[in-house]
Structure formats: C-alpha cells, structure tokens
C-alpha cells in the first residue's frame, strides 16, 4: 500500500524579497524569506519594530507584492494576480483583524459585520443578517447590535471586528497587533476567541509584541532585520 500524500501547506512563500525605493535610497525590508503554514496551524509572528512582520503580513494578504519570489495561498500564486482578482480573492479567503479595528463609525456594529457579505455576495440577502447576529453571539456581544462603534469600549470594538472577519467564513484569519490597544483581561478574553477560531477549523496567524500570546500559539515566527531567525 503506498503512503498517503501529505495535504499541501495552505501557505507557501519561496525566496521573497521585497524592496523599498525611497529619497534615501533602497532597503529590503525582506530578505530572501521560504516559509510554509499548514491548515489549522496557529502561528504567532514576533520581532521588533522594522524587523518586516508588516511586511511579510502585506505578503500573505495581497496588499503588496514581492520585488522577487513566490507568494502561493491555497492554489493562487499571488503575485502573479491583478489588483482586482487579489481584491476579490481575499475578500473570500481571508479575515483580517487590525490593531486599531477599522470599524465604519457611520454603521452600526451588525451593518459593519454584514458589509463584507455584501461586498462578496456569497451569502443571499436574506440570510446575510441572521449571519452577522450568529457570529456577534460567538463573540459575545450580540446585544451590542445596533450601537455604533465609538459607543463600545476597546474590547467590544475587536470583538466587532473579529465577527467582521469571519464574515464570508474566510479558511485563513490574520490579526495584525490585535491586543495592542486592549489591557490584558480583555486581551485573553480575545485570545480564547481566537483559539476557538482553531478549534473550529480556522487557520489563524497573529503578529504580536506580547510574548506571553506568541507563546501560546502552535508555532513562532520571529523576524530579525527581514530575516527569518
């Protein structure tokens, strides 16, 4: 009986640089990067400030593109895609929670978690509102539905955008310094919540300076100079 075929890494970066042209000259805020992350796995990305955990952030969402080197998520090499396609393709594939939420204040918190149904169209109309009440609940905040985001506390807010996140069902989650604004209770309550995400079959990758979260990820990543070390 032959072996079963291993499952594919969901991602797979291969010799990436990426460089920067400025007034003072050209940096390479990566440098030569191969990494591959499997599905389900919870990987935490550290370094300092510079060290290019942004960057290679960019790299994996799409939002920029490698100077050289191969970008492959899933099926789709990234760099080869246009602006549009990568727009669309991430829209599906991907959940992005930010440092500072990025909630539209002018929505209230269920329209804001129901916007990217509608960009994508993946859910019908009908059910899209049903959705985003389903996943304020897993969140813990289905009672805040119809406030506007600047009248929730920090917490509540990155609970919203987590719930936004996983909107269209998206196989990979990123959190960029997700815990960065937020004291330290609530920063495990929005851990758990992340480590449910794993439970429930998410892949989910979080850049962090909080040491004590990276350590309770899978796997680490630490970036020095934009390098792997």
Do not use: Y
Not at 17 to 34: E, N, Q, R, V, Y
Not at 107 to 116: D, G, K, Q, W, Y
Not at 154 to 182: H, K, S
Not at 209 to 222: F, L, N, P, W, Y
């Amino acid at each position: 009986m032959s072996p079963q075929s291993k499952e594919q890494p969901l991602i797979n970066l291969h010799a990436v640089k990426k460089t920067f042209t400025t007034s003072a000259g050209t940096f390479d805020a990566l440098k030569d990067i191969s990494l591959s992350i499997n599905k389900n796995e919870f990987v935490s990305i550290v370094g300092k400030s510079g060290s290019g955990k942004s960057t290679l952030l960019n790299m994996i969402t799409g939002i920029d593109k490698p100077t050289t080197g191969e970008v492959v998520i899933g099926d789709k090499a990234i760099q080869t895609m246009s602006e549009n396609q990568i727009s669309k393709w991430r829209g599906t594939t991907i959940g992005i929670v930010f440092q500072f939420f990025q909630l539209i204040p002018t929505l209230s918190v269920i329209e804001n978690v129901m916007l990217p149904m509608d960009f994508c169209n993946l859910f019908p109309i009908s059910l899209r509102r049903e959705r985003a009440m389903s996943l304020l609940e897993q969140v813990g905040i289905a009672d805040q539905r119809f406030k506007f985001p600047n009248t929730l506390s920090g917490g509540q807010q990155q609970r919203a955008a987590i719930a936004r996140a996983l909107a269209n069902d998206p196989p990979l989650v990123m959190a960029d310094e997700p815990t960065g604004n937020l004291d330290s209770a609530t920063s495990k309550d929005i851990f758990n919540i992340f480590e449910e995400l794993i439970c429930n079959g998410k892949t989910l990758i979080v850049v962090t300076h909080d040491q004590e979260i990276a350590s309770r990820c899978s796997r680490t990543i630490k970036l020095v100079d934009g390098l792997i070390a």
